[in-house]
Protein backbone atom coordinates (compact mmCIF):
# COMPACT_ATOMS: atom_id res chain seq x y z
CA UNK A 1 0.00 0.00 0.00
CA UNK A 2 1.82 2.98 -1.46
CA UNK A 3 1.63 5.72 -3.23
CA UNK A 4 4.20 6.32 -6.45
CA UNK A 5 6.08 9.70 -7.12
CA UNK A 6 8.29 8.70 -10.08
CA UNK A 7 9.96 5.80 -9.03
CA UNK A 8 9.56 5.55 -5.63
CA UNK A 9 6.91 4.45 -3.03
CA UNK A 10 5.39 5.00 0.13
CA UNK A 11 4.28 2.77 2.63
CA UNK A 12 1.20 3.24 4.23
CA UNK A 13 1.78 4.73 7.40
CA UNK A 14 -1.03 3.04 9.30
CA UNK A 15 -0.61 -0.46 8.07
CA UNK A 16 3.16 -0.41 9.44
CA UNK A 17 1.40 0.89 12.93
CA UNK A 18 -1.53 -1.67 12.59
CA UNK A 19 1.87 -4.48 12.45
CA UNK A 20 3.49 -2.94 14.93
CA UNK A 21 0.75 -2.84 17.38
CA UNK A 22 -0.82 -6.68 16.11
CA UNK A 23 2.89 -8.06 17.12
CA UNK A 24 2.96 -6.04 20.64
CA UNK A 25 -0.26 -7.12 21.52
CA UNK A 26 0.75 -10.74 20.81
CA UNK A 27 3.95 -9.92 22.85
CA UNK A 28 1.92 -8.14 25.46
CA UNK A 29 0.22 -11.29 26.32
CA UNK A 30 3.20 -13.44 26.70
CA UNK A 31 4.48 -10.85 29.17
CA UNK A 32 1.66 -10.87 31.05
CA UNK A 33 2.06 -14.76 31.20
CA UNK A 34 -0.56 -16.04 29.10
CA UNK A 35 1.90 -18.33 26.99
CA UNK A 36 1.00 -21.14 24.23
CA UNK A 37 -0.94 -23.93 25.51
CA UNK A 38 0.72 -26.83 24.87
CA UNK A 39 -1.38 -28.91 27.35
CA UNK A 40 -3.71 -30.00 24.41
CA UNK A 41 -0.54 -32.05 23.51
CA UNK A 42 -0.95 -34.17 26.69
CA UNK A 43 -1.47 -38.18 27.15
CA UNK A 44 -5.27 -38.26 27.58
CA UNK A 45 -6.94 -38.24 24.10
CA UNK A 46 -10.35 -36.52 25.32
CA UNK A 47 -7.92 -33.01 25.65
CA UNK A 48 -6.73 -33.31 22.20
CA UNK A 49 -9.66 -30.49 21.12
CA UNK A 50 -6.69 -29.65 18.53
CA UNK A 51 -7.42 -33.08 16.45
CA UNK A 52 -9.36 -35.90 16.37
CA UNK A 53 -7.21 -38.18 14.26
CA UNK A 54 -4.68 -40.10 16.58
CA UNK A 55 -1.14 -37.88 16.98
CA UNK A 56 0.48 -41.70 15.92
CA UNK A 57 -1.19 -41.88 12.61
CA UNK A 58 -0.26 -38.29 11.65
CA UNK A 59 3.36 -39.13 12.74
CA UNK A 60 3.67 -41.99 10.91
CA UNK A 61 1.05 -43.06 8.33
CA UNK A 62 0.40 -39.08 7.72
CA UNK A 63 -0.15 -39.39 3.63
CA UNK A 64 -2.69 -42.22 3.77
CA UNK A 65 -4.27 -40.84 6.66
CA UNK A 66 -4.75 -37.11 5.28
CA UNK A 67 -6.24 -39.24 2.19
CA UNK A 68 -8.54 -41.33 3.97
CA UNK A 69 -10.16 -38.29 5.89
CA UNK A 70 -14.21 -37.96 5.90
CA UNK A 71 -14.89 -36.12 9.02
CA UNK A 72 -12.34 -32.98 8.55
CA UNK A 73 -11.06 -31.79 5.36
CA UNK A 74 -7.43 -32.55 4.42
CA UNK A 75 -5.74 -29.35 4.90
CA UNK A 76 -5.82 -28.89 8.72
CA UNK A 77 -4.85 -32.66 9.26
CA UNK A 78 -2.12 -32.28 6.96
CA UNK A 79 -0.42 -29.17 8.06
CA UNK A 80 -0.91 -30.76 11.88
CA UNK A 81 1.16 -34.05 10.66
CA UNK A 82 3.95 -31.99 9.05
CA UNK A 83 4.03 -29.95 12.15
CA UNK A 84 4.04 -33.09 14.27
CA UNK A 85 7.10 -34.06 12.03
CA UNK A 86 9.16 -31.33 13.78
CA UNK A 87 11.83 -31.81 16.05
CA UNK A 88 9.97 -31.15 19.86
CA UNK A 89 12.00 -28.42 20.61
CA UNK A 90 11.39 -26.44 17.02
CA UNK A 91 7.23 -27.56 17.97
CA UNK A 92 6.84 -24.71 20.27
CA UNK A 93 8.18 -21.46 18.66
CA UNK A 94 6.80 -22.64 15.06
CA UNK A 95 3.53 -22.68 16.18
CA UNK A 96 3.66 -19.49 18.18
CA UNK A 97 5.45 -17.56 15.22
CA UNK A 98 2.63 -19.22 13.10
CA UNK A 99 -0.19 -18.34 14.99
CA UNK A 100 1.14 -14.55 15.49
CA UNK A 101 1.21 -14.76 12.19
CA UNK A 102 -2.37 -15.37 11.77
CA UNK A 103 -3.53 -12.53 14.10
CA UNK A 104 -1.13 -10.32 11.53
CA UNK A 105 -2.61 -11.21 8.43
CA UNK A 106 -6.09 -10.85 10.44
CA UNK A 107 -5.35 -6.99 10.79
CA UNK A 108 -3.71 -5.93 8.01
CA UNK A 109 -6.25 -7.89 5.79
CA UNK A 110 -9.69 -6.24 7.48
CA UNK A 111 -7.96 -2.76 6.82
CA UNK A 112 -6.62 -3.21 3.50
CA UNK A 113 -10.19 -5.05 2.98
CA UNK A 114 -12.19 -1.55 4.57
CA UNK A 115 -10.20 0.82 2.11
CA UNK A 116 -10.79 -1.35 -0.80
CA UNK A 117 -14.91 -0.50 -0.40
CA UNK A 118 -13.96 2.97 0.22
CA UNK A 119 -13.76 3.97 3.88
CA UNK A 120 -11.45 6.97 4.68
CA UNK A 121 -8.17 5.00 5.90
CA UNK A 122 -8.12 6.55 9.58
CA UNK A 123 -12.04 5.28 9.94
CA UNK A 124 -10.51 2.03 9.07
CA UNK A 125 -7.70 2.15 10.61
CA UNK A 126 -9.08 3.28 14.02
CA UNK A 127 -11.58 -0.14 13.14
CA UNK A 128 -9.62 -2.20 13.31
CA UNK A 129 -7.37 -1.05 15.75
CA UNK A 130 -10.15 -1.70 17.97
CA UNK A 131 -11.96 -3.89 17.02
CA UNK A 132 -8.95 -6.71 16.11
CA UNK A 133 -5.80 -5.77 17.63
CA UNK A 134 -7.25 -4.43 20.70
CA UNK A 135 -9.96 -7.33 21.11
CA UNK A 136 -8.38 -9.57 24.21
CA UNK A 137 -10.08 -12.91 22.03
CA UNK A 138 -8.03 -12.18 19.04
CA UNK A 139 -4.82 -12.74 21.17
CA UNK A 140 -6.09 -15.38 23.03
CA UNK A 141 -6.95 -17.63 20.37
CA UNK A 142 -3.55 -17.24 19.22
CA UNK A 143 -2.30 -18.70 22.33
CA UNK A 144 -3.84 -22.24 21.34
CA UNK A 145 -2.58 -24.52 18.74
CA UNK A 146 -6.22 -24.87 17.01
CA UNK A 147 -7.59 -24.28 13.77
CA UNK A 148 -9.86 -20.97 14.94
CA UNK A 149 -7.15 -18.93 14.25
CA UNK A 150 -5.74 -19.80 11.27
CA UNK A 151 -9.43 -20.30 9.78
CA UNK A 152 -9.93 -16.47 10.85
CA UNK A 153 -6.92 -15.70 9.26
CA UNK A 154 -8.09 -17.71 6.08
CA UNK A 155 -11.50 -16.21 6.21
CA UNK A 156 -9.98 -12.70 6.29
CA UNK A 157 -7.98 -12.75 3.37
CA UNK A 158 -9.97 -14.48 1.02
CA UNK A 159 -12.50 -11.36 1.41
CA UNK A 160 -9.78 -8.80 0.61
CA UNK A 161 -8.69 -11.30 -2.31
CA UNK A 162 -12.34 -11.32 -3.44
CA UNK A 163 -12.67 -7.47 -3.43
CA UNK A 164 -8.94 -7.17 -4.82
CA UNK A 165 -10.30 -9.56 -7.81
CA UNK A 166 -13.72 -8.06 -8.45
CA UNK A 167 -12.05 -4.18 -8.58
CA UNK A 168 -9.45 -5.65 -10.77
CA UNK A 169 -10.23 -9.53 -11.88
CA UNK A 170 -7.11 -10.62 -13.77
CA UNK A 171 -5.75 -14.23 -13.47
CA UNK A 172 -3.13 -13.58 -10.89
CA UNK A 173 -5.58 -12.00 -8.89
CA UNK A 174 -8.25 -14.81 -9.89
CA UNK A 175 -5.75 -17.50 -9.23
CA UNK A 176 -5.06 -15.30 -5.40
CA UNK A 177 -8.96 -15.51 -4.36
CA UNK A 178 -9.39 -18.52 -5.81
CA UNK A 179 -7.02 -20.44 -4.00
CA UNK A 180 -7.02 -19.07 -0.78
CA UNK A 181 -10.87 -19.55 -1.28
CA UNK A 182 -10.55 -23.27 -2.18
CA UNK A 183 -7.42 -23.52 1.17
CA UNK A 184 -10.02 -22.35 3.53
CA UNK A 185 -12.88 -24.83 2.15
CA UNK A 186 -10.19 -27.92 2.52
CA UNK A 187 -9.08 -26.31 5.95
CA UNK A 188 -12.39 -26.08 7.92
CA UNK A 189 -15.96 -27.23 7.24
CA UNK A 190 -17.20 -24.06 7.98
CA UNK A 191 -16.91 -23.37 4.22
CA UNK A 192 -17.99 -25.54 1.92
CA UNK A 193 -16.37 -26.74 -1.60
CA UNK A 194 -19.61 -26.03 -2.92
CA UNK A 195 -19.74 -22.64 -1.24
CA UNK A 196 -16.33 -21.54 -2.88
CA UNK A 197 -17.00 -22.21 -5.98
CA UNK A 198 -20.46 -20.73 -5.81
CA UNK A 199 -18.56 -17.42 -4.94
CA UNK A 200 -16.08 -18.08 -7.67
CA UNK A 201 -19.28 -18.18 -10.21
CA UNK A 202 -20.82 -14.80 -8.53
CA UNK A 203 -17.33 -13.14 -9.19
CA UNK A 204 -17.32 -14.47 -13.03
CA UNK A 205 -21.06 -13.50 -13.31
CA UNK A 206 -20.73 -10.23 -12.19
CA UNK A 207 -17.32 -9.23 -13.95
CA UNK A 208 -18.07 -11.87 -17.42
CA UNK A 209 -16.47 -9.20 -19.41
CA UNK A 210 -13.24 -10.43 -17.86
CA UNK A 211 -14.31 -14.44 -18.00
CA UNK A 212 -11.12 -15.62 -19.36
CA UNK A 213 -8.62 -14.36 -16.78
CA UNK A 214 -11.31 -15.20 -14.36
CA UNK A 215 -11.72 -18.76 -15.45
CA UNK A 216 -7.87 -19.64 -16.16
CA UNK A 217 -6.61 -18.08 -12.97
CA UNK A 218 -9.35 -20.23 -10.61
CA UNK A 219 -9.25 -23.64 -12.79
CA UNK A 220 -6.93 -25.16 -10.57
CA UNK A 221 -8.53 -24.21 -7.32
CA UNK A 222 -11.98 -25.37 -8.61
CA UNK A 223 -10.55 -28.69 -10.30
CA UNK A 224 -9.17 -29.52 -6.67
CA UNK A 225 -12.51 -28.36 -4.86
CA UNK A 226 -14.65 -30.39 -7.50
CA UNK A 227 -12.18 -33.38 -7.05
CA UNK A 228 -12.16 -33.70 -3.43
CA UNK A 229 -15.96 -33.35 -3.02
CA UNK A 230 -15.73 -36.57 -6.01
CA UNK A 231 -13.63 -38.19 -3.94
CA UNK A 232 -15.95 -37.76 -0.77
CA UNK A 233 -18.98 -38.61 -2.71
CA UNK A 234 -18.01 -42.27 -3.85
CA UNK A 235 -16.68 -42.81 0.11
CA UNK A 236 -19.76 -42.21 1.63
CA UNK A 237 -22.05 -40.26 -0.54
CA UNK A 238 -21.48 -37.08 0.37
CA UNK A 239 -19.56 -33.85 -1.71
CA UNK A 240 -19.62 -32.15 1.69
CA UNK A 241 -15.83 -32.14 3.59
CA UNK A 242 -17.87 -33.70 6.39
CA UNK A 243 -19.75 -36.82 7.64
CA UNK A 244 -21.19 -35.05 10.69
CA UNK A 245 -24.39 -33.07 9.77
CA UNK A 246 -26.54 -35.91 11.20
CA UNK A 247 -24.57 -35.92 14.42
CA UNK A 248 -24.45 -32.14 14.94
CA UNK A 249 -27.70 -31.76 14.35
CA UNK A 250 -28.58 -33.88 17.53
CA UNK A 251 -27.46 -30.58 19.64
CA UNK A 252 -30.57 -28.28 18.38
CA UNK A 253 -33.05 -31.53 17.81
CA UNK A 254 -32.98 -34.98 20.08
CA UNK A 255 -29.87 -33.83 22.29
CA UNK A 256 -32.53 -31.04 24.67
CA UNK A 257 -35.92 -33.06 23.82
CA UNK A 258 -38.70 -34.23 26.04
CA UNK A 259 -37.59 -37.69 26.40
CA UNK A 260 -40.93 -39.01 27.01
CA UNK A 261 -41.69 -36.96 23.32
CA UNK A 262 -38.79 -39.12 21.85
CA UNK A 263 -40.23 -42.70 23.43
CA UNK A 264 -43.83 -41.68 22.38
CA UNK A 265 -42.74 -41.03 18.47
CA UNK A 266 -40.53 -44.31 18.89
CA UNK A 267 -43.63 -46.44 19.88
CA UNK A 268 -45.27 -44.50 17.33
CA UNK A 269 -42.85 -45.62 14.61
CA UNK A 270 -42.16 -41.88 13.49
CA UNK A 271 -38.65 -42.59 14.44
CA UNK A 272 -36.31 -45.02 15.16
CA UNK A 273 -33.82 -45.68 18.02
CA UNK A 274 -30.88 -44.02 16.97
CA UNK A 275 -32.82 -40.49 18.28
CA UNK A 276 -32.82 -41.70 21.79
CA UNK A 277 -28.92 -42.31 21.89
CA UNK A 278 -25.98 -40.09 22.55
CA UNK A 279 -24.26 -38.80 19.17
CA UNK A 280 -20.26 -38.85 18.81
CA UNK A 281 -20.50 -42.87 20.58
CA UNK A 282 -18.85 -46.25 19.85
CA UNK A 283 -20.08 -47.75 17.20
CA UNK A 284 -20.94 -50.49 18.77
CA UNK A 285 -23.66 -48.09 21.11
CA UNK A 286 -25.57 -47.72 17.39
CA UNK A 287 -25.01 -51.69 16.71
CA UNK A 288 -22.99 -50.95 13.54
CA UNK A 289 -20.02 -52.60 12.24
CA UNK A 290 -17.22 -50.79 11.41
CA UNK A 291 -15.57 -50.58 8.16
CA UNK A 292 -11.94 -52.62 8.28
CA UNK A 293 -10.61 -51.95 5.23
CA UNK A 294 -8.50 -49.28 4.00
CA UNK A 295 -5.16 -47.29 6.32
CA UNK A 296 -5.77 -46.76 9.48
CA UNK A 297 -7.57 -43.93 9.86
CA UNK A 298 -10.58 -44.75 8.01
CA UNK A 299 -10.37 -48.65 9.03
CA UNK A 300 -10.35 -48.51 13.01
CA UNK A 301 -13.25 -48.67 15.37
CA UNK A 302 -11.21 -47.28 18.03
CA UNK A 303 -7.88 -44.99 18.35
CA UNK A 304 -5.05 -46.41 20.07
CA UNK A 305 -5.87 -44.30 22.62
CA UNK A 306 -9.13 -45.83 23.34
CA UNK A 307 -11.17 -43.18 21.75
CA UNK A 308 -13.73 -43.65 18.97
CA UNK A 309 -12.48 -43.17 15.42
CA UNK A 310 -15.14 -40.93 13.93
CA UNK A 311 -13.20 -40.89 10.67
CA UNK A 312 -14.15 -44.67 10.14
CA UNK A 313 -16.65 -44.43 7.56
CA UNK A 314 -19.36 -46.28 9.27
CA UNK A 315 -20.01 -43.08 10.99
CA UNK A 316 -21.49 -41.55 7.78
CA UNK A 317 -24.08 -44.35 8.63
CA UNK A 318 -24.54 -43.06 11.68
CA UNK A 319 -24.89 -39.47 10.48
CA UNK A 320 -27.15 -40.28 7.82
CA UNK A 321 -29.60 -42.32 10.04
CA UNK A 322 -29.47 -39.39 12.28
CA UNK A 323 -30.31 -36.94 9.91
CA UNK A 324 -33.11 -39.23 8.53
CA UNK A 325 -35.26 -39.07 12.05
CA UNK A 326 -34.07 -35.69 12.58
CA UNK A 327 -35.93 -34.78 9.76
CA UNK A 328 -38.79 -36.21 10.50
CA UNK A 329 -39.16 -34.55 14.48
CA UNK A 330 -38.17 -30.90 12.76
CA UNK A 331 -41.44 -31.23 10.86
CA UNK A 332 -43.22 -32.45 14.32
CA UNK A 333 -41.95 -30.08 16.76
CA UNK A 334 -40.14 -27.29 14.78
CA UNK A 335 -41.21 -25.27 18.01
CA UNK A 336 -38.35 -27.23 20.14
CA UNK A 337 -36.00 -26.43 17.10
CA UNK A 338 -36.60 -22.35 17.04
CA UNK A 339 -35.79 -21.99 20.89
CA UNK A 340 -32.99 -24.40 20.38
CA UNK A 341 -31.64 -21.84 17.11
CA UNK A 342 -33.09 -18.62 18.87
CA UNK A 343 -30.23 -19.80 22.04
CA UNK A 344 -27.25 -20.58 19.47
CA UNK A 345 -28.03 -17.25 18.35
CA UNK A 346 -27.06 -15.80 22.19
CA UNK A 347 -24.37 -17.76 22.50
CA UNK A 348 -23.25 -16.08 18.67
CA UNK A 349 -23.42 -12.80 20.32
CA UNK A 350 -20.66 -13.48 23.37
CA UNK A 351 -17.43 -11.98 23.23
CA UNK A 352 -14.47 -14.42 21.88
CA UNK A 353 -12.88 -13.79 25.06
CA UNK A 354 -15.57 -15.88 26.79
CA UNK A 355 -15.20 -19.58 24.27
CA UNK A 356 -14.85 -22.54 26.56
CA UNK A 357 -11.19 -22.67 25.50
CA UNK A 358 -10.65 -19.52 27.80
CA UNK A 359 -12.97 -19.91 30.24
CA UNK A 360 -10.83 -19.11 33.16
CA UNK A 361 -9.31 -16.47 35.01
CA UNK A 362 -6.20 -15.40 33.15
CA UNK A 363 -3.81 -12.57 33.93
CA UNK A 364 -6.13 -10.76 31.40
CA UNK A 365 -9.28 -10.84 33.03
CA UNK A 366 -9.27 -7.12 33.81
CA UNK A 367 -8.48 -6.53 30.52
CA UNK A 368 -10.99 -8.67 28.97
CA UNK A 369 -13.83 -6.93 31.52
CA UNK A 370 -12.76 -3.76 30.88
CA UNK A 371 -13.31 -3.90 26.56
CA UNK A 372 -16.35 -6.47 27.12
CA UNK A 373 -18.35 -3.84 29.05
CA UNK A 374 -16.77 -0.32 27.08
CA UNK A 375 -16.37 -1.48 23.51
CA UNK A 376 -18.62 -4.90 23.10
CA UNK A 377 -21.50 -3.00 25.49
CA UNK A 378 -22.19 -6.33 27.30
CA UNK A 379 -23.65 -5.60 30.51
CA UNK A 380 -22.40 -8.62 32.42
CA UNK A 381 -19.82 -11.16 31.49
CA UNK A 382 -20.79 -14.66 30.54
CA UNK A 383 -20.47 -17.33 33.25
CA UNK A 384 -21.93 -20.34 31.80
CA UNK A 385 -19.24 -22.90 31.05
CA UNK A 386 -19.14 -25.19 27.82
CA UNK A 387 -21.19 -27.78 29.46
CA UNK A 388 -23.88 -25.75 30.83
CA UNK A 389 -24.15 -24.33 27.59
CA UNK A 390 -24.66 -28.07 26.05
CA UNK A 391 -26.96 -28.93 28.97
CA UNK A 392 -29.32 -26.90 27.32
CA UNK A 393 -28.18 -23.15 29.11
CA UNK A 394 -27.85 -20.20 27.27
CA UNK A 395 -26.99 -16.67 28.41
CA UNK A 396 -29.61 -14.65 29.73
CA UNK A 397 -30.03 -11.12 27.38
CA UNK A 398 -27.96 -8.88 30.00
CA UNK A 399 -24.78 -10.73 29.04
CA UNK A 400 -25.11 -10.47 25.40
CA UNK A 401 -22.82 -8.25 23.53
CA UNK A 402 -24.71 -5.25 21.77
CA UNK A 403 -21.66 -4.51 19.61
CA UNK A 404 -22.13 -8.00 18.38
CA UNK A 405 -25.59 -7.68 17.81
CA UNK A 406 -25.44 -4.43 16.10
CA UNK A 407 -22.38 -5.39 13.70
CA UNK A 408 -24.45 -8.95 13.16
CA UNK A 409 -27.49 -6.74 12.00
CA UNK A 410 -25.58 -3.60 10.12
CA UNK A 411 -23.41 -6.51 8.31
CA UNK A 412 -25.84 -9.13 7.10
CA UNK A 413 -29.04 -6.89 6.72
CA UNK A 414 -27.80 -3.69 5.93
CA UNK A 415 -25.34 -5.06 3.35
CA UNK A 416 -27.69 -5.94 0.38
CA UNK A 417 -29.50 -2.20 1.23
CA UNK A 418 -25.89 -1.00 0.52
CA UNK A 419 -26.07 -3.11 -2.50
CA UNK A 420 -29.34 -1.62 -3.61
CA UNK A 421 -28.04 2.01 -2.98
CA UNK A 422 -24.70 0.98 -5.04
CA UNK A 423 -26.85 -0.50 -8.08
CA UNK A 424 -24.84 2.13 -10.15
CA UNK A 425 -21.62 0.91 -9.83
CA UNK A 426 -22.28 -2.51 -10.44
CA UNK A 427 -18.49 -4.09 -9.79
CA UNK A 428 -18.78 -2.40 -6.78
CA UNK A 429 -22.16 -4.25 -5.71
CA UNK A 430 -20.37 -7.46 -6.94
CA UNK A 431 -17.42 -6.65 -4.46
CA UNK A 432 -19.89 -6.36 -1.58
CA UNK A 433 -21.60 -9.35 -2.63
CA UNK A 434 -19.31 -11.89 -2.30
CA UNK A 435 -17.63 -11.44 1.36
CA UNK A 436 -21.42 -10.66 2.22
CA UNK A 437 -22.11 -14.35 0.54
CA UNK A 438 -19.42 -16.00 2.53
CA UNK A 439 -20.55 -14.46 5.90
CA UNK A 440 -24.06 -15.52 5.80
CA UNK A 441 -24.14 -18.61 4.55
CA UNK A 442 -21.63 -19.27 7.14
CA UNK A 443 -23.74 -17.71 10.05
CA UNK A 444 -27.18 -19.66 8.55
CA UNK A 445 -25.12 -22.87 8.10
CA UNK A 446 -23.44 -22.85 11.55
CA UNK A 447 -26.63 -21.28 13.62
CA UNK A 448 -29.38 -23.37 12.19
CA UNK A 449 -27.26 -26.59 12.92
CA UNK A 450 -25.06 -26.03 16.07
CA UNK A 451 -25.58 -24.91 19.98
CA UNK A 452 -22.33 -24.50 22.24
CA UNK A 453 -19.62 -23.19 20.13
CA UNK A 454 -21.43 -20.11 17.44
CA UNK A 455 -19.12 -17.94 19.44
CA UNK A 456 -16.84 -19.98 18.07
CA UNK A 457 -17.97 -19.82 14.65
CA UNK A 458 -18.82 -16.22 14.66
CA UNK A 459 -15.46 -15.32 15.56
CA UNK A 460 -13.81 -17.14 12.09
CA UNK A 461 -15.77 -14.78 10.22
CA UNK A 462 -16.34 -11.90 12.40
CA UNK A 463 -13.41 -9.89 10.77
CA UNK A 464 -15.77 -10.22 8.10
CA UNK A 465 -18.44 -8.93 9.51
CA UNK A 466 -16.43 -5.86 11.17
CA UNK A 467 -15.54 -4.88 7.67
CA UNK A 468 -19.15 -4.78 6.21
CA UNK A 469 -20.57 -3.10 9.14
CA UNK A 470 -18.13 -0.11 8.98
CA UNK A 471 -18.90 0.23 5.46
CA UNK A 472 -22.21 0.29 5.73
CA UNK A 473 -21.32 2.63 8.81
CA UNK A 474 -18.91 4.92 6.62
CA UNK A 475 -21.70 5.28 3.89
CA UNK A 476 -24.38 6.68 6.36
CA UNK A 477 -22.35 9.07 7.90
CA UNK A 478 -20.99 10.30 4.55
CA UNK A 479 -24.60 10.39 3.41
CA UNK A 480 -25.70 12.28 6.21
CA UNK A 481 -22.85 14.71 5.46
CA UNK A 482 -23.68 15.53 1.81
CA UNK A 483 -22.35 12.92 -0.51
CA UNK A 484 -20.72 15.13 -2.80
CA UNK A 485 -18.33 16.91 -0.62
CA UNK A 486 -14.23 17.24 -1.49
CA UNK A 487 -12.91 14.14 -0.31
CA UNK A 488 -16.29 11.83 0.25
CA UNK A 489 -17.07 8.56 -0.41
CA UNK A 490 -18.17 9.36 -3.98
CA UNK A 491 -14.91 10.52 -5.08
CA UNK A 492 -12.97 7.87 -2.84
CA UNK A 493 -14.59 5.36 -4.86
CA UNK A 494 -14.10 6.99 -7.93
CA UNK A 495 -10.56 6.82 -7.08
CA UNK A 496 -10.41 3.42 -6.42
CA UNK A 497 -11.48 2.56 -9.54
CA UNK A 498 -14.73 1.40 -8.87
CA UNK A 499 -16.76 2.53 -12.27
CA UNK A 500 -19.47 4.98 -12.14
CA UNK A 501 -22.00 3.17 -14.88
CA UNK A 502 -23.02 6.74 -16.15
CA UNK A 503 -19.13 7.18 -16.52
CA UNK A 504 -19.03 4.91 -19.14
CA UNK A 505 -16.02 3.83 -17.67
CA UNK A 506 -14.40 0.57 -18.94
CA UNK A 507 -15.16 -1.20 -15.89
CA UNK A 508 -11.63 -3.61 -16.90
CA UNK A 509 -9.24 -1.00 -18.35
CA UNK A 510 -9.54 2.12 -15.59
CA UNK A 511 -5.74 3.50 -16.56
CA UNK A 512 -6.57 7.11 -15.75
CA UNK A 513 -6.74 6.28 -11.40
CA UNK A 514 -3.57 6.43 -10.42
CA UNK A 515 -4.20 3.17 -7.46
CA UNK A 516 -4.09 0.76 -10.79
CA UNK A 517 -0.69 1.43 -11.62
CA UNK A 518 0.63 0.11 -7.76
CA UNK A 519 0.47 -3.27 -6.54
CA UNK A 520 -3.80 -4.14 -5.74
CA UNK A 521 -2.76 -4.62 -2.41
CA UNK A 522 -1.42 -1.03 -2.25
CA UNK A 523 -3.39 1.73 -2.39
CA UNK A 524 -2.62 5.47 -2.67
CA UNK A 525 -1.65 7.74 0.54
CA UNK A 526 -3.26 11.07 0.78
CA UNK A 527 -0.40 13.80 0.83
Known amino acids: MSVEHGSARRIDPFLLVLAGATVLARFALAWSGVHLDMSAFGAKGSERYWQLLDPSWLRHDLWSSVWSLTMQPPLYNLAVGLWLHLPGGWQTPVAAVALTGCFLAISLATYATMVLLGVARGVAFVATLVLVVANPGQALFTTVPFYAEPTAALVTVTVWLAVRCVRRPTTGAAAWFSGIAATTALFNTSIQPVMVLIAIAIVLVGRRSAWRAIVLGSLVPCVALVGWSTVQFSRVGTPATSTWLGMNLTHVTFN ?97 DQYSLFFVDTQITGWENVYDNVVMLQGLRNRFSSLAEIAGEAPPLNQLSFTLIATSALSMLGTPLLMLCWRRRPELVIGLAVPWFLLTQAFIVTSLSEFGEND ?72
Open 456 to 527: RFRFETGTTMITLSVVVLSVIIDRLRGRRRPGGLDQRLDALGWSHRATGVDPIDVREFEPENVSPLDQPVAT
Open 256 to 352: HAPVGQLHRLLAEHRITKIATLAPFAPLSAYGIAPVVAGPAASAMALRPDGQPNFNNRAYATVSSRYLHDELTYLGIAPGHYATMVSRGLRIWAIPE
